[in-house]
């Protein structure tokens, strides 16, 4: 067995954080996986110039609609599948990487935003499901999950600095955060409340307007979760506030595998 750290982190546009210098945190981290979310490129636009550290592999789901969301997942450790999840990203907006090793299937995934229309929370509401049962099926296979990325849901009031403020907004909506709720009593564990509780104040994504992030008025709604199975695997579930660049933080989570 040994320690084995995932780094999730959505960027809001890899080339724009390139110009930042922003990813350039990873080297100074000890890291077997970076998840990257809406990237907003293709994978010949990725550049070459985000930190010197080396991987094994690149993994771009880039989106059909250019310029828009997309993933990337950079590895150490060798796959045994890869995969986009098509079954689930049905409108192939580039959301998911997939990454079975050993096990293990672990997921990169940019879910959703609804707030746009209503048609985009029918269509959000749409593939948590699909992406659900996607997982279920994998765990019937015998294989342990661990997720990670941009969930575009707070979960519960200490999730989000202004709750009450929020709850008729796409991101704090009772069916969404009943369907974490669903998800979690699927067997799913948030490993930053696994690990930390109900510490309050630790968001993970801050509005560009009004000072949020100087003045902490945040959400979290970026997460690790893993198959209950693995809970006395995890080592740290933290939340990397400090971490400038975006207009998220990096999250990650280490287990012993």
Known sequence: MRKVKFISW??????????????AWVDTQDMDFLGLQEI???????????????????????SSKKGQS??????????????????????????????????????????PNGQSSPERLVYKMEF?????????????????????GDVNTAHKEIDLARP???????GFLPMERAWIDKFL?????????????????RYSWWSYRANARTNNVGWRIDYFY???DLCD????AQIHHEITGSDHCPVSLELML
């Open 10 to 23: 959505n960027v809001n546009g890899i080339r724009a954080i390139e110009k930042k210098n922003a990813l």
């Open 40 to 62: 907003k490129a293709e994978p010949h636009q990725i550049p070459a110039t985000l930190f010197s550290k080396e991987f094994a592999s690149l993994h771009v789901n880039a």
């Open 70 to 111: 997309g993933v990337a997942l950079y590895a150490k450790l060798q796959a045994d599948k890869i995969g986009v999840a098509r079954e689930v990203d049905i409108l192939e907006e580039g959301r998911i990487n997939e990454f079975h090793f050993g096990d293990i299937a672990f997921f990169n995934v940019y879910f």
């Open 128 to 148: 948590y499901d699909r992406f659900l049962s996607y997982c279920e099926n994998l765990r019937q296979e015998g294989k342990s999950i661990v997720i990670c």
């Open 164 to 170: 009450k403020a929020n709850e008729k907004i796409s």
């Open 185 to 201: 009593a699927h067997g799913y564990v948030d490993t930053f409340r696994h690990v930390h509780g109900d510490m309050p104040e």
């Open 226 to 228: 893993v198959s209950e």
């Open 233 to 236: 695997k995890i080592i740290s």
